[in-house]
């Protein structure tokens, strides 16, 4: 069983910047790949970024390519999303999750088992 608690949400106007960041439980995270999802209102959850549980492989979904980064801290158990040059558009809940699976799997599909509460971004124009 594998918890996930999202933080670092916010306000901010376009062209600003945020870290989200995702605690997970557990003393196995290492075997889990990650991704990050949102939903904005009235639209369908959509990927966004995801990263092997290796930490060497990552993908990111064509509209934040250049301007997210994923990553993940082994040591600290936890996930981040590196948002930058953010947009109206990006506005939405942002969901991380985990899967397990082999190492240097990334997971691009909604086919994670462990989903946190979701954290809100706003961006202003």
């Known amino acids: 069983q594998v918890q996930l608690v999202e933080s670092g949400g916010g306000l901010v106007q376009a062209g600003g910047s945020l870290r989200l960041s995702c605690a997970a439980s557990g003393r196995t995270f290492s075997t889990y790949a990650m991704g990050w999802f949102r939903q904005a209102p009235g639209k369908e959850r959509e990927f966004v970024a995801a990263?092997?549980?290796?930490?060497?492989?990552?993908h990111y979904s064509d509209s934040v390519k250049g301007r997210f980064t994923i990553s993940r801290d082994t040591a600290k158990n936890t996930v981040y999303l590196q948002m930058n040059s953010l947009k109206p558009e990006d506005t939405a809940v942002y969901y991380c999750?985990?899967?397990?699976?082999?190492?240097?799997?990334?997971?691009?599909?909604?086919?994670?088992?462990?989903w946190g509460q979701g954290t809100q971004v706003t961006v202003s124009s």
């Open positions: 999750a985990a899967t397990n699976r082999p190492p240097s799997t990334v997971v691009v599909n909604p086919r994670y088992e462990y």
């Open positions: 990263i092997s549980g290796n930490g060497v492989n990552t």
